[in-house]
């Protein structure tokens, strides 16, 4: 039973390109959550979804972020023109969500590193 | 808002002894209390989680508390490990938070051996 996926693990981009990155919930689950973790710091959360929905986004920047998970496929989490304060490592988690407190589930994560 | 306090930042203890962590949260709504542990470069990892209706969870030498009247959460470690050495970070979700979780600003734990 596959885990979280993610991809890219790493990514490095420069200034004013963009970024995309993937998650793979685990089989069964319908809700993906992402969050981002600033060098030494505790993770914030970012964005929640279920399939073809965005629940609650409020921790996401309002500007060049902006994030999916269509019917079929990934959740992709895409920051447009990204600037150095990007650099982050960036966790998808997911959960089954019958209860709305469901044990969340974490993706190895992606390093973004934006030169 | 959402917030979480999480003491100490650090802690330091001999291969043997107790580390305990505390947590103070702000959403008397709140319901779930799961723990997480991120070792260097990888992913957050539950090691344990405790729901509003219950005061104390233990599994093996885990435990947590929750003091629901002061908001108050603790993870209590016995005979630490050097393999324990990670951060550990508290968070909640539930009431005003439902689906996200809140974490506290992280206790790196170091066990010496």
């Known amino acids: 039973n596959a885990g979280v996926m993610q991809n890219p693990r790493h990514l490095v981009r420069r200034r004013g390109q963009e970024a995309r990155l993937r998650c793979s919930p685990m089989k069964g689950h319908s809700h993906v959550y992402w969050y981002r973790q600033l060098p030494e710091e505790g993770l914030k959360f970012m964005v929640y979804l279920q399939k073809e929905n965005i629940i609650d986004e409020s921790g996401m920047p309002k500007e060049r972020f902006s994030a999916e998970f269509p019917k079929e496929g990934p959740s992709i989490l895409r920051i447009q023109q990204v600037v150095r304060g990007d650099s982050a490592a960036y966790f998808c988690a997911s959960s089954p969500l019958t209860s709305g407190t469901d044990t969340q589930y974490f993706g190895p994560g992606t390093r973004l590193t934006v030169l | 808002g959402e917030n979480v306090e999480q003491h100490p930042s650090t802690l330091s203890v001999q291969e043997g002894d107790s580390a305990v962590i505390k947590c103070t949260y702000s959403?008397?709504?709140?319901?779930?209390f799961p723990w997480y542990k991120q070792e260097l470069g990888k992913r957050p990892q539950l090691i344990i989680d405790i729901r509003s209706n219950v005061g104390e969870k233990k599994d093996q030498r885990i435990a947590v508390t929750l003091n629901k009247t002061a908001k108050h959460f603790s993870l209590h470690i016995t005979e630490t490990q050097p393999e324990d050495s990670a951060v550990y970070f508290c968070?909640?979700?539930?009431?005003?938070?439902?689906?996200?979780?809140?974490f506290g600003q992280g206790t790196i734990l170091t066990v010496h051996p």
């Open positions: 968070t909640y979700a539930g009431g005003t938070s439902y689906g996200k979780l809140t």
């Open positions: 959403d008397s709504a709140s319901n779930y």
